[in-house]
Protein backbone atom coordinates (compact mmCIF):
# COMPACT_ATOMS: atom_id res chain seq x y z
CA UNK A 1 0.00 0.00 0.00
CA UNK A 2 1.26 3.39 -1.35
CA UNK A 3 1.64 5.62 2.43
CA UNK A 4 4.64 7.95 4.22
CA UNK A 5 4.63 6.77 7.57
CA UNK A 6 5.19 8.56 10.59
CA UNK A 7 6.98 7.49 14.00
CA UNK A 8 6.70 8.11 16.50
CA UNK A 9 2.57 9.07 16.17
CA UNK A 10 2.96 10.51 20.08
CA UNK A 11 5.77 11.95 22.06
CA UNK A 12 6.10 13.62 25.60
CA UNK A 13 9.80 15.02 26.01
CA UNK A 14 11.30 17.91 27.83
CA UNK A 15 13.04 21.13 26.96
CA UNK A 16 16.48 20.28 25.34
CA UNK A 17 16.14 16.73 24.73
CA UNK A 18 17.49 15.79 21.00
CA UNK A 19 14.83 14.00 19.48
CA UNK A 20 13.80 13.07 15.63
CA UNK A 21 11.14 12.45 14.20
CA UNK A 22 11.02 9.91 11.05
CA UNK A 23 9.47 10.03 7.88
CA UNK A 24 8.98 7.07 4.96
CA UNK A 25 7.42 6.95 1.83
CA UNK A 26 6.83 3.63 -0.42
CA UNK A 27 6.22 5.67 -3.69
CA UNK A 28 9.74 6.79 -4.87
CA UNK A 29 8.34 10.07 -4.58
CA UNK A 30 10.77 12.87 -5.32
CA UNK A 31 9.41 15.81 -3.16
CA UNK A 32 9.17 15.58 0.32
CA UNK A 33 8.02 17.84 3.21
CA UNK A 34 7.55 18.80 6.82
CA UNK A 35 4.53 20.73 7.93
CA UNK A 36 3.43 21.90 11.78
CA UNK A 37 -0.31 22.53 12.81
CA UNK A 38 -1.62 24.88 14.72
CA UNK A 39 -4.91 25.83 16.52
CA UNK A 40 -5.87 29.28 14.43
CA UNK A 41 -2.47 29.34 12.38
CA UNK A 42 -2.89 26.21 10.05
CA UNK A 43 -0.77 23.98 8.59
CA UNK A 44 2.42 25.80 7.41
CA UNK A 45 5.90 24.15 5.96
CA UNK A 46 9.17 23.96 7.81
CA UNK A 47 11.14 22.44 5.28
CA UNK A 48 11.11 20.42 1.92
CA UNK A 49 13.36 18.47 -0.18
CA UNK A 50 13.71 18.21 -4.24
CA UNK A 51 15.42 15.51 -4.14
CA UNK A 52 18.40 13.39 -2.28
CA UNK A 53 20.93 16.00 -0.87
CA UNK A 54 18.67 18.95 -1.71
CA UNK A 55 16.63 20.54 1.17
CA UNK A 56 15.30 24.28 1.75
CA UNK A 57 13.81 26.27 4.48
CA UNK A 58 9.91 26.90 4.47
CA UNK A 59 8.02 29.23 6.47
CA UNK A 60 9.18 28.45 9.99
CA UNK A 61 12.25 26.71 9.91
CA UNK A 62 13.63 27.74 13.22
CA UNK A 63 14.40 25.49 15.55
CA UNK A 64 14.95 22.83 13.50
CA UNK A 65 17.01 20.58 10.94
CA UNK A 66 16.35 17.73 8.00
CA UNK A 67 18.24 15.43 5.85
CA UNK A 68 17.74 13.87 2.56
CA UNK A 69 20.18 11.32 2.28
CA UNK A 70 18.11 8.49 0.74
CA UNK A 71 14.70 9.48 -1.32
CA UNK A 72 12.34 7.39 0.89
CA UNK A 73 13.22 9.12 4.09
CA UNK A 74 13.54 12.68 5.86
CA UNK A 75 13.68 12.84 9.03
CA UNK A 76 12.48 15.95 11.28
CA UNK A 77 15.36 16.77 13.80
CA UNK A 78 14.86 19.34 17.10
CA UNK A 79 18.38 19.70 18.24
CA UNK A 80 17.31 21.37 21.38
CA UNK A 81 13.42 21.19 21.88
CA UNK A 82 11.54 23.99 23.45
CA UNK A 83 7.65 24.28 24.56
CA UNK A 84 6.75 26.47 21.85
CA UNK A 85 7.74 23.60 19.36
CA UNK A 86 4.62 21.44 21.15
CA UNK A 87 2.18 20.91 17.90
CA UNK A 88 1.05 18.33 15.37
CA UNK A 89 3.46 17.34 12.52
CA UNK A 90 2.66 16.19 9.34
CA UNK A 91 5.26 15.03 6.71
CA UNK A 92 4.17 14.97 3.11
CA UNK A 93 5.71 13.33 0.03
CA UNK A 94 4.72 13.67 -4.17
CA UNK A 95 6.29 12.43 -7.17
CA UNK A 96 7.95 15.85 -8.63
CA UNK A 97 7.26 19.58 -8.45
CA UNK A 98 4.77 19.72 -10.88
CA UNK A 99 1.68 21.65 -9.60
CA UNK A 100 -0.39 19.12 -11.03
CA UNK A 101 0.78 16.65 -8.66
CA UNK A 102 -0.98 15.60 -5.38
CA UNK A 103 0.90 15.56 -2.14
CA UNK A 104 0.46 12.49 0.24
CA UNK A 105 0.42 13.26 3.78
CA UNK A 106 1.36 10.98 6.85
CA UNK A 107 -1.14 10.46 9.96
CA UNK A 108 0.79 12.84 12.01
CA UNK A 109 3.25 13.24 15.14
CA UNK A 110 1.77 14.98 18.31
CA UNK A 111 4.93 16.65 20.19
CA UNK A 112 4.49 17.64 23.62
CA UNK A 113 7.48 19.37 24.88
CA UNK A 114 7.35 20.16 28.85
CA UNK B 1 0.76 33.65 -2.34
CA UNK B 2 -2.14 33.46 -4.41
CA UNK B 3 -4.85 33.08 -1.79
CA UNK B 4 -8.31 31.75 -1.58
CA UNK B 5 -11.37 32.31 0.49
CA UNK B 6 -14.02 29.68 2.15
CA UNK B 7 -16.79 29.96 4.13
CA UNK B 8 -15.79 29.01 7.32
CA UNK B 9 -18.22 26.35 7.96
CA UNK B 10 -20.90 24.36 5.83
CA UNK B 11 -24.38 22.05 7.12
CA UNK B 12 -25.35 19.27 4.85
CA UNK B 13 -27.78 16.32 5.60
CA UNK B 14 -26.94 12.40 5.05
CA UNK B 15 -27.37 11.31 1.00
CA UNK B 16 -27.70 15.61 -0.18
CA UNK B 17 -25.66 17.20 -2.74
CA UNK B 18 -22.68 19.33 -1.01
CA UNK B 19 -21.80 22.40 -2.69
CA UNK B 20 -18.08 24.15 -1.30
CA UNK B 21 -17.35 27.50 -2.74
CA UNK B 22 -13.62 28.38 -3.42
CA UNK B 23 -12.86 32.33 -4.58
CA UNK B 24 -9.10 32.66 -5.92
CA UNK B 25 -9.69 36.57 -7.68
CA UNK B 26 -5.71 36.77 -7.49
CA UNK B 27 -4.55 33.09 -9.67
CA UNK B 28 -2.05 33.35 -11.93
CA UNK B 29 -2.47 31.51 -15.18
CA UNK B 30 -0.70 28.53 -14.00
CA UNK B 31 -1.85 27.86 -10.93
CA UNK B 32 -3.79 24.73 -10.32
CA UNK B 33 -6.46 24.51 -8.04
CA UNK B 34 -6.08 22.04 -5.23
CA UNK B 35 -8.84 20.70 -2.74
CA UNK B 36 -7.66 18.70 0.29
CA UNK B 37 -9.44 17.30 3.12
CA UNK B 38 -8.90 17.10 6.85
CA UNK B 39 -10.57 14.00 8.77
CA UNK B 40 -10.44 14.59 12.52
CA UNK B 41 -7.19 13.12 13.84
CA UNK B 42 -5.97 12.41 10.16
CA UNK B 43 -3.46 13.83 8.24
CA UNK B 44 -4.72 15.97 5.15
CA UNK B 45 -6.28 14.21 1.95
CA UNK B 46 -5.77 15.01 -1.75
CA UNK B 47 -9.25 15.06 -3.08
CA UNK B 48 -9.29 16.48 -6.91
CA UNK B 49 -7.49 19.24 -8.46
CA UNK B 50 -8.12 21.07 -12.01
CA UNK B 51 -6.55 23.72 -14.28
CA UNK B 52 -9.28 24.91 -16.50
CA UNK B 53 -11.86 22.62 -17.12
CA UNK B 54 -14.21 20.67 -14.30
CA UNK B 55 -12.91 17.24 -13.52
CA UNK B 56 -14.61 14.46 -11.95
CA UNK B 57 -13.20 11.56 -9.62
CA UNK B 58 -14.60 9.05 -7.51
CA UNK B 59 -14.28 11.48 -4.64
CA UNK B 60 -15.80 14.46 -6.02
CA UNK B 61 -16.28 16.79 -8.97
CA UNK B 62 -15.23 20.21 -9.29
CA UNK B 63 -16.56 22.95 -11.45
CA UNK B 64 -14.09 25.88 -12.47
CA UNK B 65 -15.91 28.85 -13.44
CA UNK B 66 -14.81 30.53 -16.91
CA UNK B 67 -12.63 33.32 -15.63
CA UNK B 68 -11.05 30.99 -12.96
CA UNK B 69 -11.70 33.39 -10.25
CA UNK B 70 -13.98 30.71 -8.33
CA UNK B 71 -14.62 27.03 -7.96
CA UNK B 72 -16.98 24.98 -6.64
CA UNK B 73 -15.55 21.51 -5.08
CA UNK B 74 -19.60 18.96 -5.50
CA UNK B 75 -19.80 15.94 -3.04
CA UNK B 76 -22.96 14.35 -4.55
CA UNK B 77 -24.16 12.31 -2.30
CA UNK B 78 -22.62 14.01 1.13
CA UNK B 79 -22.05 10.57 3.99
CA UNK B 80 -21.11 11.00 7.33
CA UNK B 81 -17.52 9.92 6.93
CA UNK B 82 -17.00 13.13 5.07
CA UNK B 83 -17.36 15.39 7.45
CA UNK B 84 -13.86 17.15 7.58
CA UNK B 85 -12.12 20.53 7.06
CA UNK B 86 -12.06 21.37 3.08
CA UNK B 87 -9.31 23.53 2.03
CA UNK B 88 -9.46 24.72 -0.98
CA UNK B 89 -5.11 25.57 -2.32
CA UNK B 90 -3.64 27.11 -5.15
CA UNK B 91 -0.66 25.32 -6.55
CA UNK B 92 2.52 26.94 -8.30
CA UNK B 93 5.30 25.25 -9.25
CA UNK B 94 8.82 24.40 -8.64
CA UNK B 95 10.41 24.89 -5.31
CA UNK B 96 8.90 27.41 -2.83
CA UNK B 97 6.33 28.16 -5.12
CA UNK B 98 5.19 24.60 -4.83
CA UNK B 99 4.68 24.38 -0.94
CA UNK B 100 0.75 23.76 -0.41
CA UNK B 101 -0.41 26.67 1.56
CA UNK B 102 -2.83 25.82 3.66
CA UNK B 103 -6.06 28.51 5.38
CA UNK B 104 -8.81 28.02 7.41
CA UNK B 105 -10.56 26.29 5.02
CA UNK B 106 -14.71 25.24 5.52
CA UNK B 107 -15.58 23.06 8.30
CA UNK B 108 -18.28 20.85 6.80
CA UNK B 109 -20.90 19.28 9.21
CA UNK B 110 -23.17 16.75 7.82
CA UNK B 111 -26.43 15.92 9.54
CA UNK B 112 -27.72 12.27 9.40
Known amino acids: EAQVTQNPRYLITVTGKKLTVTCSQNMNHEYMSWYRQDPGLGLRQIYY???????DKGDVPEGYKVSRKEKRNFPLILESPSPNQTSLYFC?????????????FGDGTRLSIL | DAKTTQPNSMESNEEEPVHLPCNHSTISGTDYIHWYRQLPSQGPEYVIHGLTSNVNNRMASLAIAEDRKSSTLILHRATLRDAAVYYCILRGSGGSNYKLTFGKGTLLTVNP
Open chain 1, 49 to 55: SMNVEVT
Open chain 1, 92 to 104: ASSLGTFSNQPQH
